[in-house]
């Protein structure tokens, strides 16, 4: 499947729905349970090799998990790039071609300054995701306006929030963005209003008591991500099973 089917995969009549793995073993397992595309996560992906989130762990790191999980399936594969290891247009195109080799379809690109604070500035983001968009990658151009609230422990469903999503969004869709990734947000209403609102398909990652998929789709929802939940799931059950070993 190559990208244009992939991008196929955003315009139907129920969103596509990506359980995010981390690495080949979980990639083949979410295959078998019927995926239609394969997902990264990078949170999960540093977490399954020992680092923190971030762009800590190594893009050839990243590289290559990215080659061993496209090996192990025969769905398209999108990865979590982050902020694309770079800061400047021209290495951001350098690195996301780099990451298009490994047979890849497409990337998330988001928009907070990795290792700084606050997000980029709408032009400034504009050029970065034309630049991640040369590779020929389908881009999943994401901001962290809401998840940037939530993970400050504040309230990310606010309407002058989704105000400043919408231009982002126009600015990256004409920058050569096909899908706008809008984690955090979990407002029934809101998520309607921006996906009226908003030119591409919309994403939105699956957050502890939203509504249900089916309900997501009526709203407009494209593409539902699950982030790091199924990494989360899977270690809190593998520490719980090992102490309860070793208890015995």
């Given amino acids: 499947m190559n ?110 300054i990795v290792g700084g604070e606050g997000l980029h500035a709408i032009a400034d983001q504009a050029e970065r995701v034309k630049a991640a968009a040369s590779s020929g990658l389908f881009v999943n151009a994401r901001t962290d306006l809401f998840l940037s609230r939530l993970k400050a422990g504040k309230d990310a469903n606010q309407s002058d929030l989704v105000d400043q999503a919408v231009e982002r ?22 998520i309607a209003r921006l996906c009226e609102e908003v030119v591409l398909p919309v994403n939105i990652i699956r957050l502890p008591n939203m509504v249900a998929n089916a309900q997501l789709g009526e709203l407009g929802v494209a593409r539902i991500s699950y982030g790091p939940g199924p990494w989360k799931t899977m270690i809190a059950e593998l520490e719980d099973t090992a102490r309860a070993a070793f208890a015995t």
């Fill in 3 to 112: 990208k244009s089917d992939f991008a196929r995969l955003h315009h139907g009549d129920t969103p596509l729905v990506l359980y995010n793995i981390w690495d080949a073993g979980s990639a083949q397992a979410v295959a078998r349970a019927g995926a239609k595309a394969i997902a990264t996560g990078s949170s999960p992906v540093a977490g399954a090799n020992g680092y923190a989130d971030g762009q800590n762990f190594p893009m050839e790191a990243a590289l290559a998990v990215a080659r061993s999980i496209i090996a192990a399936v025969d769905v398209p594969v999108t990865i979590d790039f982050e902020g694309g290891y770079a800061t400047e247009p021209e290495e951001i195109a350098a690195n996301t071609k780099r990451l298009a080799d490994t047979g890849a379809v497409g990337c998330n690109f988001e928009d907070q």
């Fill in 169 to 190: 969004a126009a600015a990256y869709a004409e920058a050569g963005a096909e899908c706008f990734f809008a984690p955090g947000l979990s407002d029934p209403e809101l």
